[in-house]
């Protein structure tokens, strides 16, 4: 009996051995493709989305998968035109990383073209020249808002999730908001206008990129900064009250940008 039992233990490990074995063996390969023809092709910049590399167009080995480098760029060198078991036929780019270091096959479909982020980096570049307009105090606002600029991601320039060390439009824009609303003692008439100019502009770059609420309350914020700068009858505050107003443009548009409610 006993040896009945340690026979059947012996078959059942076997038998979950080699389970084990076709499953791994499963995630390794796939059906083979014949390959119709291959051709080199211009080398070009591109991203993955999901799938697998292998190691050659009959896509019978896969050695990477794609998700694990979805912020890597890779270079096309060759092209392959492949007829799966299916009858269906594919076409496969044979790709590598700028070091060499990950290279495979990889289906033309799961590739993109890398984004430029123009966009992003126009905009950090006219909010840099807007700041380079204004006072010394709006410049090195908290910690130096100014120097924000040279570690900043264009990645990831406008919200604090995912920004580098916290440094993003939306945090630049905070303290210029506190710049305004709190003007620095000894701040003179001139630096307090050149301040009130540069929250202008910064509604004049972003109004027309938010939804209609979102712009609906800047165009609101700016009517009544507008009714004082009019005013008939300034008094003695004149200027800290544009000011104050002015503040609260640019801490409107700084929410706005952080809550991901800007269009590129």
Known sequence: MRKFVKNSLLVATFIGTVGVSSKLNTLST???AWVISTHAISKKPYTVSNGYFYSSPKLTKKVHNQHNFLRTTFYSYKSATVKKNNGHQAVYYYVKNKSGSVKGWVWRGSLQKPKSYAQEKSDMNAVVTIIKGMSQQAQTEHDNTLNQFRHMDYKHPYQEYGSRGGRCIYSVLSNIGDCLEFPAAGKTSSEMQMDIQGALKFYKLFKDRFNSDDKQRLISDYDNLDDIMH?????????ANVSEKASFIVVDIANDINAGDLQQ
């Open 30 to 32: 796939a059906a083979k």
């Open 231 to 239: 005013s008939k009858d300034p008094d003695v505050n004149y200027l």
